[in-house]
């Protein structure tokens, strides 16, 4: 069997002295704690705090990092737990373990074999590669491990060092378990609630009018019409901040903010409610929205988060089969400059407004984002997002954005996953990147020693907390 033995030097550089001071970069600030602005762990599974079923469920299943490499390769996704048309797999957790074992090269010199290797090595001490031939071994002291207490939710999470993780809600949410962690005095950590209205932005999706629905009745308003709507998002918003909430987040297509006339908005929302609306008049109501939760933004303070630019759902059988976030999903040309002009024009230089942009086509960080983080101080660089966490995309995110931006108009890493156990991992990944990014600095004598260590500490601790308003 192969030994699984992360190399201590992993993602430094090859020189010998600038590998030296990445070394110590990364040492200085490898036992930090963890901010977590972005994410979509759930809160109820560290409200309820129960055992993690099995190893794949934990691992594998909901993870589509994994499962869409696996699929790739030509592994159907109800062979990886995923339920088809509503029924739940047959695939045993011992089964999809197999199927990623017997794939293990299928990883090579991705992020998710990185992630993967340092989470079995570091949080499960496993000592070997995963093969066909030692899957079922590794799946028993998988199991064994995450029967003890140790490996609950909640003690991973106090072991993982997380100061505060942010999950991702619907406005109609309850936030019920957010509610039962905070009475909690047992539970020491911070979870707190991310506001994200996209479902509410597109008037010609099915399921609007019910979603509508279901926020009127939390909201306790009318939402049948456009001021109604808007009223209710406000509502909802004040009780996500007093949830502990300081952020929002909007996936859009694509970034336009073209602001309408009260009266056309509330005319597109009619016709959408009697299934009248066009395609273009959904274009435009979908605009006005981002404008108008902007508007919110700036009034209220919580920090917007744009992540836009990614084609939702590619493969339509594979949709309908198995439902949205299966892997899918796929990166699209950005742009920021021109079609957040309204936004800008009216906010950019409010001090209560916040706008942090993410982007998953990395040719915007140098000509559009940065540039715009450059002067707006309203705005920020978001972290590489989705298809950019990746040790090199990383790298090339440091090197586009710092000329422009710096570092302190920097978001800080975001780790964005459901994968809890890979938290500490990613985290790691950034810390690695950034500790090399900050020794090139200091070999070519453009950053003085000290103030690498300084940045070192900043980007991993008051860069997110003050870009993310978590105090």
Known sequence: ???????????????????????RLHAAVAGAPIYSPHGHVPAAMLADDE???????????????????????????????????GVPSPASGRAIWRTLCERWDVFLGTPVRFWF??????????????????????????????????????????????????????????????????????????VVPTFRADRYMHP????????????????DVDTSSYAGLLEALRVRRAAFAAAGGTATDTGVIDTGSEPLAEAEAARIHSAALDGSVTAAEAVAYRRNMLYRLAEMAADDGLVM????????????????????DTGHDL????????????????????PTFRLVLFTVDETTFSREIAPL??????????????????????????????DSAGFIKTSGFIDDTRAFCSIPARHDMSRRVDASFLASLVVTHQLAEEDAFALAHRLVDDIPRSTFRLG
Request: a negative charge.
């Open 1 to 23: 069997m192969t030994a699984l033995a992360p190399h201590p030097d992993r993602l430094f550089p090859a020189d010998p002295a600038e590998r030296d001071l990445a070394r």
């Open 51 to 85: 055992p993690f079923p099995d190893p794949a469920a934990l691992l594998i299943t909901p993870d589509h990092y994994v499962t869409r490499m696996l699929h790739a390769v030509g592994v159907p996704l109800g062979d990886l737990g995923l339920a088809r048309d």
């Open 117 to 190: 290797e340092s989470e079995f090595s570091e949080v499960f001490r496993l000592t070997e590669q995963p093969s066909a031939q030692n899957a079922d071994a590794l799946y028993d002291q998988l199991a064994a491990t995450l029967a003890t207490p140790e490996f609950r939710p909640r003690a991973l999470f106090d072991r993982f060092r997380i100061a505060v993780l942010a999950t991702t809600d619907d406005p109609a949410d309850d936030l019920e378990a957010h509610a039962r962690l905070a009475a909690d005095p047992t539970f020491t950590g911070r």
């Open 204 to 219: 010609d999706e099915p399921g609007w009018a019910d979603r509508l629905d279901r926020l009127a009745a939390r909201a």
């Open 305 to 324: 988060q744009l992540h836009p630019g990614v084609h939702r759902n590619h493969h339509r059988p594979t949709f309908d089969a198995y439902g949205p």
């Open 331 to 350: 990166p699209a040309v950005g742009s920021f400059t021109e079609p957040l002009t309204p936004i800008l024009r009216d906010f950019g230089t409010n």
């Open 373 to 402: 983080a450059g002067f707006y101080p309203s705005v920020y660089a978001g972290a590489p997002w989705w298809f950019l966490d990746t040790p090199a995309a990383i790298l090339r995110y440091r090197r586009a954005i710092t």
